[in-house]
């Protein structure tokens, strides 16, 4: 699978944004589609994924509350909905693949990854 992401852009702290994930194919049921970002100079750190068959979904505790993940199936794209973004949100956010759940939250266990696309928060 293949991976496009788009949507990053300015925003304003206590703004919202909202990112695309859109797979080339239609992932796999037992497939899980997940956000990740990289703020400049710190290691890429997991944010939120789905499992696109189920829809279950897991979120780092810096997302909880605030960024909302889901897909579109007939669109094969995944969403990441950021409201009441913070300065430290900025980052290069890339959205990644796997086989299998939603809930491992390191690089390594994901197999395909997009572009990223970048965000910044201003105050």
């Known amino acids: 699978v293949q991976l496009q992401a788009s949507g990053g852009g300015l925003v304003q702290a206590g703004g919202s944004l909202r990112l695309s994930c859109t797979a080339s194919g239609r992932p796999y049921s037992s497939y899980s589609l997940g956000w990740f970002r990289q703020p400049p100079g710190k290691e890429r750190e997991f944010v939120a994924a789905?499992?696109?068959?189920?829809?279950?979904?897991s979120y780092a505790d810096s997302a909880k509350g605030r960024f909302t993940i889901s897909r579109d199936r007939a669109q094969n794209t995944v969403f990441l909905q950021m409201d009441s973004l913070k300065l430290e949100d900025a980052a290069v956010y890339y959205c990644a693949s796997r086989v299998g759940g939603p809930y491992v939250y390191h690089t390594s266990d994901y197999s395909s990854w997009g572009q990223g696309t970048l965000v910044t928060v201003s105050s």
């Open positions: 789905i499992n696109w068959g189920s829809g279950r979904t």
